[in-house]
């Protein structure tokens, strides 16, 4: 079946810890997103990418960090300057160039990861 | 991109139509509508979206007033399954770079049986 994959479900960092989450589609899609989700609220966009070895930051991308080497992995790092890292993460995907522009806003998530601090 | 308000919540009977509603007075000429929804602890889902004429797919209508100004999502026949979070988002079209989403509080939809 063709989606978005994250990884692992459930995740958890101690202090001063890096931690890296998964994310991999095979739509072909070119465009990839990290959204953060805080408790009964809305999502944030932390980092995108629009094509490969390119990603720009999103509204709240300090502590984190991103590589994108290839199409199909657009993986984040929460790093240990992220004080308050508790949150369920959201990876996205969307077709960008040749799909329209109206197909631009149709982005496809991933399950999440919820990533608690013990 | 126009902002929206939605109900906090609405409850539904199951096999009963639901209708949530989402004003947009601000819209602009090139803003669509989209309808998200996000089933708890999982990824938000798209719906449907459309710019002024009346819209309908598998899953919903989406039906848009005349001045554009609101718009009201239709499950047809709502299922238990159709409990969640549904999201009103109004946005251009095309976008210089990035093409963020904002999921603003969204309408919690609780179906009844």
């Known amino acids: 079946d063709g989606g978005i994959t994250q990884s692992p479900k459930y995740l958890f960092r101690k202090e001063g810890q890096n931690v890296t989450l998964s994310c991999e589609q095979n739509?072909?899609?070119?465009?990839m997103y990290w959204y953060r989700q805080d408790p009964g609220q809305g999502l944030r966009l932390i980092y995108y990418s629009q094509i490969v070895n390119d990603f720009q930051k999103g509204d709240i991308a300090e502590g984190y960090s991103v590589s994108r080497e290839k199409k199909e992995s657009f993986p984040l790092t929460v790093t240990s300057a992220q004080k308050n890292p508790t949150a369920f993460y959201l990876c996205?995907?969307?077709?960008?160039?040749?799909?329209?522009?109206?197909?631009?806003?149709?982005?496809?998530f991933g399950a999440g990861t919820r990533l608690s601090v013990l | 991109d126009a902002k929206t308000t939605q109900p906090p919540s609405m409850d539904c009977a199951e096999g009963r139509a639901a209708n949530l509603p989402c004003n947009h007075s601000?819209?602009?000429?090139?803003?669509?509508v989209y309808w998200y929804r996000q089933i708890h602890s999982q990824g938000p889902q798209y719906i449907i979206h459309g710019l002024k004429n009346n819209e309908t797919n598998e899953m919903a209508s989406l039906i848009i007033t005349e001045d554009r100004k609101s718009s009201t999502l239709i499950l047809p026949h709502a299922t238990l399954r159709d409990t969640a979070v549904y999201y009103c988002i109004v946005r251009v079209s095309e976008r210089a770079a990035g093409n963020k989403l904002t999921f603003g509080g969204g309408t919690r939809v609780l179906v009844k049986p």
């Open positions: 601000t819209i602009s000429g090139n803003e669509y």
């Open positions: 739509l072909n899609h070119d465009a």
């Open positions: 996205a995907s969307s077709i960008d160039r040749g799909g329209g522009a109206l197909a631009k806003n149709i982005q496809y």
